[in-house]
């Protein structure tokens, strides 16, 4: 099926942003949704419990990363989580799923994605994506010290350990910061 997206992408331009918008347009109506707190309500890939290939969430966070929108960008996550289970979820999916939020600069929604990967599912995040996401946690004002919390919680994951490599950015950072470097 994915091949043959691809082939139509041939003649027909920006398939991948047709899907997207197929993916995050819901099939009833603002007055029908009023009040629902469930992300993917008239979701047509969630109404018929449909697990999507890899391809699928590679091409969704790509169009995010060219058409950031919040919004649509938790449905994407909210989706994975719903529809996926967490053994099967490939590194790359949440090394993209981390790589955008990054991106679009969403660190409150990331912030609660990581806790959310690390906590409740345990999902196998790639060290240097984490660090990635420690750094820009760092740089984003006001969550300076959220960012170090995120350490703490890797004693909750079984995939991420801290270690030297991973705490020496932070280390050199604290150092130059107290004016020792």
Not at 12 to 37: A, D, H, W
Not at 52 to 61: G, Q
Not at 79 to 105: F, L, N, T
Request: with cysteine.
């Amino acid at each position: 099926m994915i091949n043959q997206t691809y082939e139509l992408n041939k003649y027909i331009p920006n398939i991948e942003l047709l899907l997207y918008k197929m993916f995050c347009s819901p099939l009833v109506t603002r007055e029908q949704r009023k009040g629902e707190t469930n992300l993917l309500a008239g979701n047509i890939f969630a109404a018929k419990n449909m697990r999507l290939p890899v391809e699928i969430y590679t091409s969704l966070f790509h169009t995010l990363a060219m058409e950031p929108k919040k919004k649509h960008y938790k449905k994407v996550i909210e989706y994975i989580r719903a529809h996926e289970p967490v053994s099967e979820v490939p590194q790359h999916i949440i090394d993209k799923m981390i790589s955008v939020g990054i991106v679009c600069r969403y660190p409150v929604t990331l912030g609660q994605v990581v806790r959310d990967l690390i906590v409740r599912g345990d999902y196998n995040i790639h060290k240097s994506t984490f660090i990635e996401f420690v750094k820009f946690m760092e740089r984003s004002k006001g969550f300076e010290e959220d960012a170090k919390k995120f350490y703490i919680l890797l004693s909750e994951s079984s995939h991420l350990q801290i270690d030297y490599e991973m705490i020496r950015p932070l280390v050199i950072r604290l150092m130059k910061r107290q004016g020792g470097g």
